[in-house]
């Protein structure tokens, strides 16, 4: 099905363990997006990438890097990983026309013990 | 910048009957774009509604129907004869038209329970 997959689905890291989150979308979408979601503080966004080649930083990017190595890949990088990164984490894509919704994948819950 | 303030973290209804979920948002700007977003517990955000700020008629997709008022920069939801299924969390976003900018701002979130 057409849309915007992420993974991997769950992780588990150690306190200073790296990894990246994988985002790819299939509907020829110039923006994405990568939200972080916590108990009762909503959906907080991180980087975004308004078009290919270029990528801006959002409202919580400490401890993040982004890359978007296409137009259908944009990549969360945790380098150092640490406990006040455990959320759930969504990866979103647009068209570009602003009242188009966006297109969420199913979200990567990620724990840092 | 823009803030999307939900005030209800939790509400219930009862099955049949009508519910009304809360939002206002501060903002300088003139013409912009709100959503209603649904999270079940599956976690998928499926969009619910969209109003654009430009137009006067409020947004209605079935069952859910908005009441925005510009004015007041208040853009709330209405679900009527609440379904099982409707039970979800709901985010309140808002987009800017401006600066060619996409970025969605969300609220917290309101907690609904649907109750048999």
């Known amino acids: 099905n057409a849309g915007v997959t992420q993974t991997p689905k769950f992780q588990v890291l150690k306190t200073g363990q790296s990894m990246t989150l994988q985002c790819a979308q299939d509907?020829?979408?110039?923006?994405m997006y990568w939200y972080r979601q916590d108990p009762g503080m909503g959906l907080r966004l991180i980087y975004y990438?308004?078009?290919?080649?270029?990528?801006d930083k959002g409202e919580v990017p400490n401890g993040y890097n982004v890359s978007r190595l296409n137009k259908r890949e944009f990549s969360l990088r945790l380098e150092s990983a640490a406990p006040s990164q455990t959320s759930v984490y969504f990866c979103?894509?647009?068209?570009?026309?602003?009242?188009?919704?966006?297109?969420f994948g199913n979200g990567t819950r990620l724990t840092v013990t | 910048a823009q803030t999307v303030t939900q005030s209800q973290p939790e509400m219930s209804v009862q099955e049949a009957e009508t519910v009304t979920l809360s939002c206002t948002y501060d903002?300088?700007?003139?013409?912009?774009?709100l959503f209603w977003y649904k999270q079940p517990p599956s976690r998928q955000m499926i969009l619910v509604i969209r109003?654009?700020?430009?137009?006067?008629q409020n947004a209605t997709e079935n069952r859910f129907s908005v009441n925005f008022q510009k004015a007041a920069k208040s853009f709330s939801l209405k679900i009527s004869d609440s379904q099982l299924g409707d039970a979800a969390m709901y985010f309140c976003?808002?987009?800017?038209?401006?600066?060619?900018?996409?970025?969605?701002?969300f609220g917290k979130g309101t907690k609904l329970t649907v109750n048999p």
């Open positions: 979103a894509s647009i068209l570009g026309q602003s009242n188009s919704p966006l297109h």
């Open positions: 509907m020829n979408h110039n923006s």
């Open positions: 990438s308004a078009s290919e080649g270029t990528t």
């Open positions: 903002t300088s700007e003139s013409d912009y774009y």
């Open positions: 109003q654009e700020a430009y137009k006067q």
């Open positions: 976003a808002y987009r800017s038209t401006q600066g060619g900018s996409e970025k969605l701002v």
